[in-house]
């Protein structure tokens, strides 16, 4: 009944199952393979590809325009310079013309910044304009070297500005007529010296005006017997300080309140800063330069009285 196969025809029948067995396990892999084996793969690589840190940081290019306090200038200027070394494709135009033109300029769009030692005048309030320190500055009364004046008390330093002293033997020294040197209007360091020194009282027009803080100080190392005001980055050994009260200008005297004539350092942007020029305020800001440029300028830092 049954048809015995012989020994040769067993193995060649078992190796056919055989085969088959695998073609059909190896179809069977093919079609339960999932074909996106190597999407996560891919879209890992894509995903870190597309991470902030890892974009292409764009080069920064275009031109600032900052104009403004001639106090401020120095440090203005020393920091546009190396801010320019680090972007070459950027181009800053630095001028003084006092702060009230600063603000003017921010405030008509004429230029990208306007620097300041003031806060704005009432005019200004509306027009947008966004507030930037990046300085504090000191202040002092500066005389001849042939004054023989140290010190004045604050009440004779408004009387002396406000026209009511006209010879230093007033207040202790020879007799030799004072020769007031001014800023114009459009100063802050004028405004600054009306509001702390004359307390907003109006100044005596005798005297001679100079256009800014560069040539204040170079009128008064010139002109004998004469006194005028800067911030302290201008001071050297060609004029003499004057104490203010028995107090001399100095970090810990403006932090302690001795010392009362400074001013606070204002770049202004019309609106929120855009680069260029919001990366050209951060640098000012940044710690580094805080710490390092703004005292060797002889300014102190910002946050110098937040302390």
């Not at 088959?20 to 999932?34: A, D, I, Q």
């Not at 919001?278 to 800001?285: D, H, L, P």
Request: glycine content about 8%; hydrophobic content about 40%.
């Amino acid at each position: 009944m049954f048809k015995f196969m012989s020994k040769k025809g067993i193995t060649l029948s078992l190796s056919a199952v055989l085969m088959m067995g695998s073609l059909v396990g190896c179809g069977t892999k093919t079609e339960t393979k999932p074909a996106a084996s190597a999407t996560p793969a891919a879209s890992t690589a894509a995903s870190a590809s597309a991470k902030p840190s890892d974009a292409p940081k764009t080069e920064l290019s275009g031109t600032i325009s900052a104009t403004g306090s001639s106090a401020l200038l120095p440090l203005v200027k020393q920091a546009a310079k190396e801010f320019m070394d680090l972007n070459p494709k950027v181009t800053i135009q630095v001028s003084a013309g006092g702060s009230g033109t600063g603000i003017k300029n921010v405030a008509d769009g004429t230029s990208d910044i306007g620097n300041s030692d003031v806060e704005p005048a009432a005019e200004y309030k509306d027009k947008g304009l966004v507030d930037h320190q990046v300085a504090i500055a000191p202040f002092a009364l500066i005389v001849n070297k042939d004054v023989k004046v140290d010190n004045v008390t604050k009440a004779q330093a408004a009387d002396i500005y406000m026209g009511k002293i006209t010879n230093w033997k007033e207040v202790g020294g020879n007799d030799a007529k004072i020769v007031l040197v001014h800023r114009p209007d459009s100063s802050g360091s004028r405004t600054l010296v009306k509001q702390i020194i004359l307390d907003g009282k109006e100044f005596t027009k005798d005297g001679i005006t100079q256009e800014n803080s560069g040539a204040m100080k170079t009128a008064v190392v010139g002109q004998s017997s004469s006194i005028g005001y800067v911030d302290t980055p201008y001071i050297d050994d060609t004029v003499k300080a004057l104490k203010i009260d028995g107090v001399s200008f100095s970090e810990e005297n403006i932090k302690n309140g001795t010392y009362k004539l400074f001013g606070v350092e204002h770049m202004y942007t019309k609106g929120e800063a855009k680069d260029p020029a919001k990366a050209f305020i951060a640098y000012i800001s940044s710690k580094e330069f805080q710490g390092k440029q703004v005292r060797e300028l002889k300014f102190l830092p910002a946050d110098l009285l937040k302390k």
